[in-house]
């Protein structure tokens, strides 16, 4: 794993060390429960954990900055994110139970301080976060219908607070939905050096644009 230190060299040793600790304990939860298809696991580190790590070449975080990670799932991106950024608070939600308890167990075994998991829709949350993230979870303008409200406008860290959300392909019509386009697209495949990520991008949308986003879902 420590091979991608030179795609992300923000990330310091004592993290990569953690950073093995979690790919073995996924793995592990993943013969009891499928998290990542059974071919896909054996591509964990290149196709999962690769593109949540790719923030961190873009995102620096201040002392006590709160995020929401909006149907983690088995933890993508929050838990990997909690893992490099331990100076913040994460909040990981999804309505699936038994996801939650592997992300719970994930934490509590790595001794993640910083990682709340509750099993909750987005909708229930009724804090303000600096940043929420997620990754493919729904359509945008879906995704957007369940974070208003949650946002907390301001630019305490490195770039301005909103949404960080992963996604991949054409994406007009999803922002011709909503109204507004993301103010950085970070391009996976470049960033990666991976062809396998074409057309797969880290989209981040300003919390002052978010108020006035259109939530009507596609179909």
Not at 27 to 55: G, M, Q, T, V
Not at 122 to 127: D, H, L, P, Q, Y
Not at 195 to 212: S, T
Request: glycine share 8%; net charge neutral; with cysteine.
């Amino acid at each position: 794993m420590k091979e991608m230190g030179q795609l992300f060299p923000k990330i310091e040793g004592d993290t990569w060390a953690t950073l093995e600790a979690w790919a073995v304990l996924l793995r592990e939860w993943n013969e009891k429960i499928n998290l990542i298809s059974r071919k896909d696991i054996e591509h964990l580190e290149e196709r999962h954990l690769a593109p949540c790590l790719a923030i961190t070449n873009h995102l620096q975080l201040m002392q006590g900055a709160r995020i929401l990670d909006v149907g983690t799932g088995g933890g993508f991106p929050g838990l990997i994110m909690a893992i490099c950024y331990p100076q913040a608070q994460f909040t990981l939600v999804d309505s699936i139970g038994k996801k939650i308890g592997v992300v719970r167990d994930i934490a509590e075994r790595l001794g993640l301080k910083n990682v709340q998991a509750h099993q909750a829709r987005a909708e229930s949350i009724k804090r303000e976060f600096d940043f929420i993230t997620g990754r493919a979870v729904k359509n945008l303008p879906q995704y957007f219908s369940w974070i208003q409200g949650n946002l907390r406008r301001g630019q305490r860290n490195s770039i301005p607070n909103g949404v960080l959300y992963w996604k991949g392909g054409d994406l007009a019509a999803e922002y011709a939905a909503i109204g507004i386009e993301p103010r950085l697209s970070i391009d996976l495949e470049s960033e990666l050096q991976d062809p396998y990520f074409a057309e797969k991008y880290i989209l981040h949308f300003d919390a002052r644009d978010v108020p006035r986003a259109r939530v009507a879902v596609l179909h």
